[in-house]
């Protein structure tokens, strides 16, 4: 089974801080994706990657960045942490562009003060 | 641009009895897949069933069963016999053909009562 793991569940963060949401796969996916979760919007595409330092604007990109050094790991990288982007993020991997299956991490919920 | 829309935020509903989902889409493309997935309270988000539009039956997996009905862009889905643990939050998405990024819909928290 494919895995995809993000590295904290609970993270706590101050206004202003640097945050980085790690996430690893372990087959070898060629696509990646940050989704951020919010009560009523339900999931929406912060950035994706289509291969190791290749990546593209989702639909609210805006105070996040993104960087893929290698193929089993996607970083999504606050620069500087604001009240507004406290949220659940999740990380999905695909095989390719012609596969349908996205395979999710666990979350982490963020939680900005 | 495509839109996906979940009328119902929450369901509640007695253990064994069939439950109903809704689901409505909004694209201008021919070709699209559409899915569901299933949020435990673990958070992960599992995969569920998916339907293409060009696909001429309904698809089904296992317990669950999407009514696809192309004319009215309704994908909507179906959990026979429904149990304890089928209560979580439901997410419908579309993706369409070339596009990278699945588009979700607002979500559905079933709440299956004993």
């Known amino acids: 089974d494919v895995k995809v793991t993000q590295s904290s569940r609970y993270l706590v963060k101050r206004t202003g801080e640097k945050v980085f949401l790690e996430c690893v796969q372990d087959?070898?996916?060629?696509?990646m994706f940050w989704y951020r979760q919010d009560p009523g919007l339900g999931l929406r595409l912060i950035y994706f990657s289509y291969d190791v330092k290749m990546k593209e604007k989702g639909d609210i990109p805006e105070g996040y960045s993104v960087s893929r050094e290698k193929k089993e790991r996607f970083s999504l990288i606050l620069e500087s942490a604001s009240t507004n982007q406290t949220s659940m993020y999740l990380c999905?991997?695909?095989?390719?562009?012609?596969?349908?299956?996205?395979?999710f991490g666990s979350g982490t919920q963020l939680s900005v003060l | 641009a495509q839109k996906i829309t979940q009328t119902q935020p929450g369901m509640f509903v007695q253990e064994k009895e069939a439950v109903t989902l809704d689901c409505t889409y909004d694209?201008?493309?021919?070709?699209?897949?559409l899915f569901w997935y299933k949020q435990p309270s673990s958070g992960e988000m599992i995969f569920l069933i998916y339907?293409?539009?060009?696909?001429?039956q309904n698809a089904t997996e296992g317990r669950y069963s999407l009514n696809f009905q192309k004319a009215r862009k309704s994908a909507n889905l179906v959990i026979s016999a429904s149990q304890l643990g089928d209560s979580a939050m439901y997410f419908c998405a579309m993706r369409v053909k070339g596009a990278q990024k699945l588009v979700f819909g607002q979500g559905t928290r079933l709440t299956i009562n004993p």
């Open positions: 339907q293409g539009s060009y696909d001429e």
């Open positions: 694209t201008s493309d021919q070709s699209y897949g």
């Open positions: 087959m070898d996916h060629e696509n």
């Open positions: 999905a991997s695909r095989e390719g562009p012609a596969n349908e299956k996205l395979f």
